[in-house]
């Protein structure tokens, strides 16, 4: 499997991949914002082979002033893989509970640490057993991986390079975040309201079907270009800690634009300095 292959594979697929003499890598990556822990979920029951990897602790930072969801310390990230069993240039497939968002943040994390062949199991778990495919309780022991973790391969924006985008007339800067959240009159998480001043929204209910999947790229390319973006911008997403909106960026990427770039500090980030300049209301507000 190629470096540029599709980023989703579905759950038939994936049964044919799994009963090949060397099969992809498996990872659980379930989580929640709030409420029980994923690994919970995990010990329930997962896909057969499948090892549990910790969203907040191994795929991210520890938060601060860098956001909630910051990008992991290289070192530990390339030991959490390493012990999940992932190997230098064997595919990965990760999945989550089913709305793609920690698959997707996962997916991302991977990309841009070097590990190009990883795709996200669309419908995730639910999908899987919707299928009726078997699951276990079992929890493997996988032999340690030689993955090596070289960052950069994905864009990212920090807190500046987020605020120029949003500024910028050749580019667009999407808040994937609820309308409320983004027009400043709900804030349920961080200690201010509003947005990046200049920001376009796009919800990510926009971008996915009723039941979380991704709709068709054509779709896709439509509901982003009502929300500004166009061959000639450049392009980048923000959320409140950076899963949603690198959930955003995949969804770009199926569209086309493999070029888009995550700002993982996103509105945790934002906030966290006073002195940057908040904008409210339905409109982006340079």
């Known amino acids: 499997m190629s470096g540029t292959q599709e980023p989703l594979v579905e759950v038939d697929r994936l049964v044919a991949e799994l009963d090949q003499v060397d099969p992809p890598t498996l990872l659980d990556v379930r989580w929640r914002l709030v409420g029980p822990p994923g690994r919970d979920d995990y010990l329930a029951g997962h896909l057969p082979g499948a090892v549990f990897v910790d969203l907040d ?30 190997r230098a240039g064997h595919p990965v497939v990760v999945y989550d509970g089913g709305d793609g968002m920690a698959a997707a943040r996962a997916w991302w994390t991977l990309r841009w640490a070097g590990h190009r062949p990883v795709r996200l199991l669309h419908g995730g778990y639910p999908a899987w057993v919707a299928a009726g495919r078997p699951v276990s309780t079992d929890a493997p022991a996988p032999p340690p991986g030689d993955v090596v973790v070289r960052p950069g391969d994905l ?21 994937v975040r609820a309308a409320p959240r983004y027009r400043g009159e709900v804030e349920p998480i961080d200690p201010v309201a509003g947005h990046v001043p200049g920001a376009a929204n796009l ?36 959320c409140g800690s950076g899963v949603t909106a690198a959930h955003a960026v995949l969804a770009l990427h199926l569209a086309g634009r493999t070029d888009a770039a995550l700002y993982v500090g996103s509105w ?5 300095d006073s002195a940057r300049p908040v904008a409210s209301g339905s409109t982006p507000g340079r």
Do not use: I, K
């Not at 601060?64 to 390493?82: E, F, I, N, V």
């Not at 864009?155 to 808040?175: C, F, I, N, S």
């Not at 209910?205 to 973006?229: K, N, T």
């Open 155 to 175: 864009p990212v924006l920090d807190a500046g390079q987020a605020a120029a985008l949003a500024a910028a007339d050749d580019a667009v800067l999407l808040d």
């Open 203 to 238: 919800p990510a209910g926009e971008y996915v079907g009723p039941d979380g999947r991704f709709l068709a790229a054509d779709v896709l390319s439509e509901r982003f270009a009502a929300a500004g973006v166009t061959e000639v911008r450049a392009v980048g997403a923000y």
């Open 268 to 272: 945790s980030n934002w906030v966290a």
């Open 57 to 86: 602790t191994a795929l991210c930072g520890v938060p601060g002033a860098g956001g909630r969801h910051p990008l992991p310390d290289p070192t530990a990230l390339q030991a959490a893989l390493r012990a999940a069993g992932v």
